[in-house]
């Protein structure tokens, strides 16, 4: 209401100043000749006073009346609050303690939650990493041609790491892998592979969706249970150029006619009819040479070595026979 009073005093004021320059406007009743500036003053005037002094009356009233502090309701929240800080301020040693374990607790119980999470995040996290991880493995080019073949391709996995972790030969086509066994539980499969120039042949025995053991052609264990038989040597450690070079020095040391050694292997194929045998860390190489005996005639002599692997830099002499005559043999 005092809103009201203070408008309807507002307007009369304006009006009354504009009446008081050209009274003509704010007065429309009346004869012209009684229409002046007193008469303006008479109407707005009176009317800019009224209503100011009620706009007054009514502002004042207001604030009495929101005026509460001494009404009841007040009087009795503010005497509880005071209460409430008094019992505050009066807690016992043993109600404090309480409060306090009670907030320690709920502490404990919002860093073992956040902790929770964490760890359910890091899980979450984890697996999908094995998944993208086996995922990727399920796309190699070996698990792929393993499945082909019908092997779980957990087996695949299996075999795949194997390979990669121990550097085992490995199949150049799918058309190399062949099924012994089709048991779901206990089968045999086996593939054709090259050990650094030389083709073998190896088993893969998998018992219950794991691969229990690797063997090559003779039966020599290469992987089983307890992991890679570190005393198997592959064909690969055998640097056959080597050997062969150092064969031909020795053989031709022997011969009547030196000049005249004639050995086996051509451009096309250098290692044409030199043979190469495994029998664990011993390699066997024999071969032939073509040469001049005394009488200028051109025989030929069959040669056999024997060397024992010793290390990765170390292919040790053994046995060396010429023409049936054993010239070596430390054995």
Not at 38 to 45: E, P, Q, S
């Amino acid at each position: 209401m005092d809103y009201l009073f203070f408008l309807v005093s507002f307007f009369c004021f304006i009006v009354m100043i504009i009446g008081l320059i050209k009274p003509n406007i704010v007065i429309k009743w009346g004869n012209s000749e009684t229409i002046n500036r007193r008469k303006v003053l008479m109407v707005y005037g009176t009317g800019w006073i009224s209503f100011f002094v009620l706009f007054v009356i009514a502002v004042v009233a207001t604030g009495t009346s929101t005026d509460t502090s001494n009404d009841p309701e007040t009087i009795t929240t503010v005497k509880e609050q005071a209460s409430e800080e008094k019992t505050s301020e009066d807690l016992t040693a043993e109600e404090k303690a309480t409060q306090e374990k009670a907030t320690v607790e709920k502490a404990a119980k919002d860093k073992a939650a956040k902790k929770k999470a964490a760890e359910e995040k890091a899980a979450e996290e984890k697996k999908a990493e094995k998944k993208a991880a086996y995922d990727k493995k399920l796309k190699n080019k070996i698990c792929q041609d393993l499945i082909s073949k019908g092997i779980d391709e957990k087996v695949a996995i299996k075999a795949l790491d194997l390979i990669s972790k121990y550097d085992l030969p490995v199949w150049s086509s799918k058309d190399d892998i062949f099924m012994e066994n089709a048991s779901k539980d206990d089968y045999i499969f086996s593939y054709t592979a090259y050990d650094g120039a030389f083709s073998m042949i190896y088993a893969v025995h998998v018992l219950e969706g794991d691969i229990v053991e690797i063997v090559d052609e003779n039966t020599e264990v290469i992987y089983n249970t307890e992991g890679l038989n570190k005393d198997y040597v592959f064909y690969s450690y055998f640097d056959l150029d080597t050997t062969i070079e150092y064969s031909k020095t020795v053989v031709t040391s022997v011969l009547k006619s030196p000049s005249t050694a004639e050995y086996p292997g051509s451009w096309l194929d250098p290692y044409e009819d030199w043979r190469v045998s495994k029998d664990k860390n011993i390699f066997t190489l024999s071969s032939y040479v073509d040469s001049q005996n005394s009488f200028g005639a051109m025989l030929r002599s069959n040669f056999v070595f024997q060397f024992r692997y010793v290390d990765e830099e170390t292919m040790k002499p053994i046995y060396f026979e010429f023409d049936g005559e054993v010239l070596v043999d430390e054995e």
